[in-house]
């Protein structure tokens, strides 16, 4: 709220500052704002805002260790297997050792992470403003069992974003989400809006990041991928075209990426997709894409759901198909899809009692590959059912149950959480659950039971705090010594607090008399 002059002396009002009540974080003002004036525009911002999100974990479970034994000392089990004398399964290979993994030691670990993101307007140009989401990771354990924690330092996003009238473009570290999957890249964004017609036109291009990676993909952080992996980084353009008129949304996407050192496609690929609103109470939604590198129909999918008063009922079908880079070697292996029909249904019983369920039947298509003396399944089924239960206003109970039988493997897990939540800045949560899950390809099979706690405090619109404690018993049941427990004990817990300036807002106009 303004405070308005008296009638009569209307002058230019001015924005009241900032008060200092209500941000806990007032001792650390001084280096954030440092830390902003090292940005060239930021000395003219008249506001920021910055969010920090601190998490830390600690972690331990049992590693395993390679050995060997010689072929001359391998014994024939009761089941007709190769064994080492003390009853590990090894894997003879032309030589004279025969190799297997043991138990090893305990590994410990303690992933410590930070995301910070700020974001500046008012930079001295309509319509302009700064954006940056970074992240530190480290991993304080003595063993170096976590993994993403290298580079210490990622950048998410960092970019400048200029929005004024039907112009909204982005330059910088930009991350874009469509049906193609979510691609970042280093270079430029802008969109168009034709707001008459219900258009929007976006064009995109610059040098990309490796998939579902902060990192370029030639970084020496993704050295597992060593002689696969492209020598320099990608080059990324798309266009992207919607059209939304009331009722509907429709769009169409064409990517395409390149390697700069052979001038040949890493990917081309486009898609389209659609999605109508509330219609009689019905919603669709569905799109396709296709792989126009590889010459094939990629992945599609088609959902109906209608919305009733206590009553949700959603049917769809779907097809999917792996999708690789032309580059790594896993599209060799020729990824058949699979295709399957859903339903789904959400009762709210009572004004405290909802069920749920859901239901899916799956099925690979031709492999075209002959296997006279094996009968190959090809489909399998999928279904779940939960309920969540509110007795009293600040108690909540939720629990599902879910079941998957397929090709080769199969799993059936339970999970409950309990919610309460005294106040309204103080909530608690008892958790637990079980999987029992048979390995694809495995001889044995992993089960895991869990149970733990979590508790979380908000102060306020600005603070968060939350800390979780949880046990796991994990075993495999193996017929031979390498059967072991991989039990372990996590402790978790993180604080994120928000801050910065009130003046997210213009300056009002110079005030005028009101009429009598």
């Known amino acids: 709220m303004h405070g308005l002059p008296l009638h009569g002396r209307t002058r230019h009002l001015q924005v009241p500052a900032a008060r ?42 049992r590693g395993v260790s390679l050995d060997s034994v010689p072929v001359s000392q391998v014994v024939t089990s009761p089941t007709g297997g190769l064994v080492s004398p003390d009853g590990f399964a090894v894997k003879c290979t032309a030589g004279a050792w025969c190799h297997f993994y043991r138990p090893g030691p305990e590994l410990r670990g303690v992933p410590l992470s930070t995301t910070a993101s700020l974001v500046l307007w008012g930079l001295g140009v309509p ?99 060593d002689e696969w992996r492209p020598r320099e980084r990608q080059l990324v353009a798309g266009l992207e075209a919607a059209w939304s008129p009331g009722p509907a949304d429709v769009r169409a996407e064409y990517r395409r990426e390149i390697d700069p050192e052979t001038h040949e496609y890493v990917s081309e690929r486009a898609a389209i997709s659609a999605t109508t609103r509330s219609w009689r109470s019905l919603r669709a939604k569905g799109g396709a894409d296709w792989n126009l590198a590889e010459g094939h129909f990629g992945s599609a999918d088609l959902a109906v759901t209608w919305l009733g008063t206590r009553l949700t009922v959603t049917g769809g079908a779907r097809r999917y198909r792996p999708y690789f880079s032309l580059w790594t070697l896993w599209g060799a292996f020729n990824p058949i899809p699979y295709n399957a029909v859903h339903g789904s249904v959400q009762a709210t019983v009572t004004d405290w009692f909802t069920l749920r369920m859901r239901g899916e039947r799956f099925w690979f298509e031709d492999t075209e590959a002959s296997t006279p003396l094996v009968q190959v399944e090809d489909r399998g089924w999928r279904t779940s059912a939960g309920a969540t239960l509110t007795p009293v206003p600040r108690l909540t109970v939720d629990a599902d149950w879910r079941a998957e039988f397929g090709p080769g493997a199969s799993s059936r ?16 949560s008892l958790y637990g659950g079980t999987l029992d899950r048979p390995l694809e390809l495995r001889f044995y099979d992993a089960e895991a039971t869990w149970i733990g706690g979590r508790a979380e405090w908000r102060p306020g619109d600005r603070w968060r705090a939350w800390g979780d404690a949880a046990w796991f018993d994990q075993t495999r049941n193996r017929p031979d010594p390498a059967a072991s427990s991989l039990d372990q004990f996590c402790l978790r817990g993180g604080i994120a607090v928000t801050f910065g300036t009130s003046a997210d807002r213009l300056p009002l106009p110079p005030a005028r008399p009101g009429r009598p």
């Not at 704002?33 to 600690?58: E, N």
């Not at 999970?415 to 800045?425: F, G, K, L, N, R």
């Open 127 to 225: 319509g302009l403003s700064a954006h940056a989401v970074g992240r530190l990771v480290n991993d304080a354990g003595s063993d170096d069992a976590w993994p993403t924690t290298e580079p210490t330092a990622q950048l998410l996003e960092g970019f400048l974003e200029y929005n004024r009238g039907a112009l909204l473009a982005r330059g910088g570290r930009l991350l874009v989400m469509s049906r193609l999957e979510p691609i970042g890249f280093d270079g430029g964004w802008a969109r168009l809006r034709w707001a008459a017609r219900h258009l929007e036109m976006t064009g995109y291009g610059g040098w990309g990041l490796g998939q579902a990676a902060v990192v370029p993909v030639a970084s020496p952080a993704l050295n597992p991928l």
């Open 413 to 428: 897990s339970i999970d409950a959480m309990v919610s309460y939540a005294p106040t309204d800045v103080l909530s608690f």
């Open 20 to 61: 200092d009540a209500g941000e806990p974080l007032k001792p650390l003002r001084p280096a954030l704002l440092l830390l902003a004036a090292a940005i060239p525009t930021a000395a003219s911002a008249q506001g920021y805002r910055v969010r920090l999100d601190s998490r830390v974990q600690a972690v331990s479970y």
